[in-house]
């Protein structure tokens, strides 16, 4: 299948890139540099063993991408491309909005003008909100707590709509806390400047860049008062994507949307002593105040993805670690 993948030198589109290239299919990748560099096209090549096409280009430069469907004969789309700093959404909306939802109509319109009309999309599991219950599956209240989060309910608002017109097939995959690298130590998160994310912040911190983490609040209603998410492993992120892709030539509704997380919950203070375990380095902690929006607990119901596309996590939270770890220490 030749695929393009929007935001494909990211974090993300970068590992599911390699799990195309690793399942035969050929990942086109359109990325504007926005967040990510060209070495990461390099490593690509070395992981997977062939060059990608890649195209420099924004989404919201809808001419270009709709040739880049056309001259590379694309049978779907994968759209991870956006901002996704949370914090700094509520300070620049406007950008986020533009690029977002704008970059989404933007690259619909082209696909619908070069015909092709199958697409997965990248959302988050902030569109649930504060969890009214746990775990939380597909059919929780969705809730805007953010600008970014509301730039992602408005885009699957956006499908919904496209679905009841007809003719599209799509897929909207749900992620919850994806970390960890690629097995090889050559592709990873790198974020741009001080990391807003737990993960990248603590394997600095084990690297020695910063000298302790902070936990954003200890007070919390958790077993040790810290807040739990669901980590997910980003190789089996990737996979979903693509279980997600087949279900697109599936006979199937013309939307559906999965979580995809583990299922499992885990603490900041049970996050910091895995990756200790993992590095072997002593990781310095020190309790600070809560962080504005963050909510308790949030894990998944992944159950409708294994039951419709068959996909599960099945890589644990030391796998999570190490490979972090092994790319924090390698920095390719
Ligand atoms: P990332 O920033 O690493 O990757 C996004 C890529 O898109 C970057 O390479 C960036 O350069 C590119 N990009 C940004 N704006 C663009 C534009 N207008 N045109 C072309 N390229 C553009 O982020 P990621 O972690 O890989 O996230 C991918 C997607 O998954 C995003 O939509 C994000 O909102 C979503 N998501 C991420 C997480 C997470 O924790 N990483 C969680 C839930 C959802
Ligand atoms: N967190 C923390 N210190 C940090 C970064 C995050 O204690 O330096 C906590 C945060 O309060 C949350 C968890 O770690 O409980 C995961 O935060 P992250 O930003 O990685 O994910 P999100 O909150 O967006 O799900």
Not at 108 to 126: K, N
Not at 214 to 234: A, K, L, S
Request: aromatic share 8%; glycine share 10%; net charge negative.
């Amino acid at each position: 299948m030749n695929v393009l993948l929007t935001g494909g030198l990211g974090y993300i589109g970068s590992h599911t890139a390699a799990a195309l290239v690793a399942a035969g299919h050929t990942p086109i990748l359109l990325d504007n540099l926005a967040n990510a560099d060209l070495g990461v096209h390099d490593r690509l090549a070395v992981v997977g063993g062939v060059e990608l096409p890649f195209v420099c280009a924004d989404v919201r430069d809808t001419d270009t991408v709709a040739r880049t469907l056309i001259e590379h004969r694309v049978e779907a789309v994968v759209h991870f491309a956006g901002l996704k700093a949370v914090a700094e959404s509520v300070h620049m909306p406007l950008a986020y909005f533009d690029a977002n939802v704008g970059g989404t109509l933007s690259l619909l319109r082209a696909m619908d003008s070069a015909g092709v009309r199958q697409l997965v999309f990248s959302s988050s599991a902030a569109v649930y909100g504060t969890p009214r219950y746990l775990p939380v599956d597909e059919a929780h209240p969705t809730e805007a707590i953010t600008p970014y989060s509301r730039t992602k309910l408005h885009i699957e608002e956006i499908l919904a709509d496209l679905a009841a017109a007809g003719e599209w097939r799509m897929v909207v995959l749900r992620y919850f806390n994806p970390v960890g690298a690629h097995p090889s130590g050559l592709l990873g998160e790198r974020p741009q400047g001080t990391p807003n994310n737990l993960m990248p912040f603590v394997a600095q911190v084990a690297a020695g860049e910063h000298p302790c983490v902070e936990i954003f609040g200890d007070d919390y209603d958790t077993p040790d008062g810290t807040g739990i998410r669901d980590y997910i492993h980003v190789m089996d992120l990737a996979e979903g994507h693509l279980a997600a892709l087949q279900r697109l030539f599936a006979a199937a509704p013309a939307l559906e949307t999965f979580n995809l997380g583990t299922g499992r919950g885990y603490s900041v203070r049970e996050m910091i002593a895995a990756f200790a375990a993992a590095s072997g380095q002593d990781i310095p902690s020190r309790v600070a105040p809560r962080r504005g929006r963050d909510v308790a607990s949030c894990y998944a119901d992944p159950s409708r993805a294994a039951a419709v596309l068959g996909w599960r996590a099945k890589r644990g939270l030391a796998e999570m670690c190490e490979s972090a770890w092994r790319f924090q220490t390698r920095k390719p």
